[in-house]
């Protein structure tokens, strides 16, 4: 039986570790001393080794001693009278297996980043952000409250931002980097506005008492509310995720190294909101109409993947559609209440794919060509009828047309409205003179 | 006794020794030295309050026998002004120090200085006459600076809105102090024209337009150092939030929440950096706004750790925006302008203080807007989302901003480094955002009991209070503005401390000793 003490010490180490790594490379980049690479490549190991030695540990002692999921808890932020933010982690065999395989995920990719970025201008910021995505990635695993989880969450979506614009010398990275930070964005209000909810609900802002597997222990919400929230969750794991219909944006986020698109999007970062989900199924359970909203999101974008992917022209985004096809599988999995089937799936997806996305860049190389050297070769024309079958190609091969929908229909009256606003503020300080035109998302030639 | 007048005439040498130096042939060079090392021990001298028990609970009052000016309660420091008035030097200290020389004379450093001297009275008075005055000369000083012909449509915009506000404060604290008559009539009427000076000031919607005006074509350094003290808000927390009704309030509620969005949305449409951070201000401003409703104390105190945490996050993201315009004239965000690698300082503190204006977690903002999303869906269960929306839309819009200023083809020119007191200037407030997000507990607990002696003034028997202390002082003693309370004590029972609802961290049938 391990003690509560030494419990307390590995969680600490867990989530402590990539903050503190954190803080030894931002600090002297701060400072303009950045760090030497061969220290780098030296820190970030010696931190990787400790957060998986520390997760596993816990993993292992807690399997051992049988006991029940517990909160653990390092004081609170600030204490108030009305209430406190508290650092809370929960510690069961779902959480710590999560954060042990998300150690050893990172451990593997930060060993081969060190060689793969090796005299990289961009060398230091790298890691920098990686240490920000290990970190948030550690604190959704273990989360025992909703503002750790919050913070996990947003610590994911703006290193993955600034890693698919890591190569900001060009205009695609950054202009992708900002489209796929806009889905995000919208991922962090449904989340956060379910969390409001939720607490506002329930009374609570332990995550123990919302999402333990123990119909006992979970809390019974008000119909309306359960289903509110479980869309509100379901909307967060789309955005994280890439489920339909935020599926647009995960082709773009592969301009970022290939061991970030690695470890975010064939890996970790795109399991993150299956794992939510998957922590939120007594949640789910409440709601007949969230569980098959749920099936059907995963469903659907497992099909929308699985074409997309066999007609892409290029080994990462082909990669990138395949997990999709699996986080699909995995969220149907989920709301048809097969939990530890949908753990495993995670669990053997994210070490399958992370192989695969890392050995890419020696097959590229040892071929001189592309993989897939005729797209659209894979796609299953012998099951579709031929007048189906170039329409679907079509629908394969422009990605559902997402991007041009979202465009029609979100960024372009957003722009609108926007463009309207503004004229009336300029015309209301010019007494009507004047009504510039706003070119709103115009962009001019670098 | 001594120790507090001291304190004081410390408070007024350091910038007045500043005004006076600018007299004197000095080379700018040197006078901002000057300015810098006055400004540095202003925040030295003004953390002292945290440190000297004595500071707190200060008061100073007119002699009785100045006639009907007499025993006039004009300055004091209470559990609010504690942290104002380091925050007040802070800016001062962050726009000497990074203020490019091309925007550099004696004249403006001068203004720079005056406008902390009153900025630092204002929050050291609770006396509505003081307030006028101060709140006149302030925009005095801020208009002042808009000289040149090319900023005079920004200045006569700003002359338009600035003065209504004046003469709507004016007007209001006159009707709400007028001694006969029908008192209830005229002090709504005083009170409700106070909200409406406070709002043009903060620049909530609809009385919004003159700031991202200012923004773009007046100064913007002085446009930062008036606006991001906002004392707007200290006026309506002194001056409303105690007299004001339930309907007043969530009337100022409902249109800060709905200018936060409105702010953030037209910020992440603008194509020119200076409009965009202004309404950034707009957006951030009207955050703060929106905790000031009835019934929460959450809110509140988040509002009051918003105050701190966005003005210095907004002000060092604006001189972020200055020290690049310097370099490479007017920015233009439909452009990528590069430049990251050689000046990764200025784009990390322009990441970090642009998050910390969206609430980001792991700086001060987080903190903040965590209490107000609770606060204000509690008092507005579906427009209180408008704090989460305003959040996501600002960190895009920031981030827009970023990946325009920083990213893109690299700049060759070696002249667009940043100088060493420019890079020391911003990691330390970067240091300050990110340490105060991650220990916050000072700060908001202070920030706590400052919100609970605002309800605290909203009960019915210390309303008459408010206004004239010196009118309802019994005796020579000093008097506190509030009940007095200890936190260790039970809260006080009134119509003005809300009632216990269960909320995300005030749980049912969990009794939390106020």
């Not at chain 2, 808000?233 to 001056?239: D, H, N, Q, R």
Request: proline letters at 6%; a positive charge; charged letters at 15%.
């Amino acid at each position: 039986m391990i003690g509560d003490g030494l419990f307390r010490a590995l969680i600490l180490a867990s989530v402590s570790t990539p903050l503190l790594l954190l803080f030894a490379l931002g600090i002297p980049s701060l400072a303009s001393r950045p760090l030497r690479e061969p220290l780098v490549g030296r820190l970030v190991r010696l931190a990787m080794a400790i957060v998986f030695l520390a997760n596993s540990t816990a993993f292992v002692a807690h399997v051992v001693s049988g006991s029940p999921g517990q909160l653990i808890s390092f004081g609170v932020g600030f204490a108030l009278p009305m209430g406190a933010l508290g650092f809370d982690f929960l510690v069961d065999s779902m959480s710590l297996a999560f954060g042990a395989l998300s150690a050893l995920l990172c451990g593997i990719v930060a060993a081969f980043s060190d060689r793969y970025l090796h005299r990289d201008p961009g060398f230091n910021r790298y890691f920098i952000l990686f240490a920000t995505f290990v970190l948030g990635i550690e604190l959704v695993a273990l989360a025992g409250s909703v503002e750790v989880l919050i913070a996990g969450w947003e610590f994911l979506g703006l290193s993955s931002a600034l890693l698919v614009g890591f190569f900001h010398d060009r205009r695609a990275p950054v202009v992708n980097a900002l489209r796929v930070f806009a889905v995000y964005r919208v991922g962090d209000v449904a989340m956060l506005s379910a969390a409001v909810l939720l607490h506002h609900t329930a009374g609570s802002g332990s995550l123990l008492m919302l999402f333990s597997a123990s119909a006992s222990e979970s809390t019974v919400l008000p119909a309306g509310r359960a289903t509110l929230i479980a869309l509100l969750l379901i909307v967060a794991v789309a955005g994280k995720s890439a489920l339909l219909p935020f599926s647009g944006w995960l082709p773009r986020a592969m301009e970022g190294p290939t061991p970030s698109s690695a470890v975010y999007y064939g890996a970790l970062s795109i399991h993150a909101g299956c794992f939510l989900l998957l922590r939120a199924g007594p949640v789910l359970e409440q709601s007949t109409l969230a569980r098959a909203l749920a099936a059907l999101v995963g469903f659907a974008t497992a099909l929308y993947a699985t074409m997309s992917a066999r007609v892409q022209s290029d080994v990462k985004s082909t990669l990138a559609y395949g997990a999709l096809t699996h986080v699909g599988l995995i969220v149907l999995e989920i709301a048809l209440g097969l939990y530890t089937l949908a753990f495993l799936h995670i669990v053997g997806h994210a070490c399958f794919r992370l192989m695969q996305f890392l050995t890419a860049p020696n097959v590229m190389h040892d071929l001189h060509e592309l993989v897939e050297s005729r797209p659209g070769a894979a796609f299953p024309g012998r099951w579709i009828p031929p007048r189906f079958h170039s329409r679907l190609y079509l629908f394969a091969l422009e990605r559902g047309f997402l991007d041009s929908l979202i465009d029609r229909f979100v960024v372009g009256p957003f722009q609108a409205l926007a463009g309207v606003l503004d004229r009336v503020d300029r015309a209301l300080c010019s007494g009507g003179r004047e009504v510039a035109g706003v070119a709103i998302g115009e962009s001019r030639d670098d | 006794m001594t120790e507090v007048r001291v304190w004081l005439a410390l408070l007024a040498a350091l910038p007045a020794c500043v005004i006076l130096a600018s007299y004197l042939p000095l080379h700018v060079e040197k006078l901002r030295r000057l300015t810098v090392a006055s400004a540095v021990a202003m925040v030295a001298v003004t953390s002292l309050v945290f440190v000297r028990p004595p500071l707190q609970g200060m008061e100073l009052r007119t002699p009785s026998d100045w006639g009907l000016l007499g025993d006039h309660l004009y300055l004091r420091v209470d559990e609010l002004s504690s942290a104002l008035l380091p925050f007040a030097a802070l800016l001062w200290a962050l726009t000497v120090s990074v203020t490019p020389r091309s925007a550099l004379d004696r004249a403006g450093l001068a203004r720079t200085s005056v406008a902390t001297l009153l900025t630092t009275a204002c929050f050291l008075t609770v006396s509505s006459p003081v307030l006028v005055l101060v709140w006149i000369g302030s925009v005095g000083v801020f208009l002042r600076g808009m000289y040149g012909p090319e900023r005079r449509h920004a200045r006569r915009v700003a002359s338009a809105y600035l003065g209504v506000s004046s003469a709507f404060l004016a007007g209001g604290v006159a009707l709400t102090a007028w001694p006969n008559g029908d008192s209830a009539v005229l002090e709504s009427a005083g009170t409700w024209l106070i909200v409406v000076a406070a709002l043009i000031r903060k620049g909530v919607f609809p009385f919004h337009a003159w700031v991202p005006e200012v923004f773009d074509r007046g100064r913007l350094g002085p446009a930062v150092l008036f606006s991001a003290p906002q004392l707007g808000t200290y006026v309506a927390v002194i001056l409303v939030v105690p007299r004001a009704s339930d309907r007043m309030l969530e009337t100022i509620v409902v249109l800060a929440l709905l200018t936060s969005v409105y702010g953030a949305l037209l910020a992440l449409a603008q194509s020119d950096a200076r409009r965009a951070c202004g309404y950034l201000f707009v957006s951030q401003s009207a955050l703060v706004m929106a905790g000031l409703g009835p019934a929460s104390e959450e809110a509140l105190t988040g509002a009051l750790v918003l105050w701190l945490s966005s003005g210095l996050a907004f002000a060092g993201l604006c001189r972020c925006t200055l020290v690049l315009e310097a370099r490479r004239g007017r920015l233009d965000l439909r452009r990528h302008h590069g430049g990251y690698e050689h000046m990764p300082i200025l784009a990390a503190t322009f990441l970090i203080t642009g998050l910390a204006c969206s609430g980001f977690p792991g700086t001060l903002g987080f903190i903040g807007e965590e209490l107000l999303i609770d606060g204000a869906v509690e008092m507005f269960p579906i427009l209180g989302y408008g704090v989460v929306l305003a959040g996501a839309l600002t960190g895009l819009g920031i981030l827009r901003m970023y990946f325009s200023l920083f990213c893109g083809r690299r700049a060759r020119s070696p002249r667009i480094r940043i100088l060493p007191r420019e890079a020391w200037t911003f990691s330390a407030l970067a240091a300050v955002l990110v340490v105060t997000g991650l220990v916050p507990q000072p700060l908001v607990t202070s920030r706590q009991k400052a919100g609970r002696e605002i309800l605290i003034a909203r009960t019915p028997q210390s309303r008459g209070d408010l206004f004239f202390y010196s009118t309802e002082r019994p005796d020579g003693g000093l008097q506190s503005r509030v009940p007095t309370f200890s936190m260790n004590e039970p809260a006080m029972p009134g119509p003005g401390i809300p009632p216990r609802i269960p909320t995300r961290r005030n749980p049912p049938g969990v009794e939390i000793p106020r």
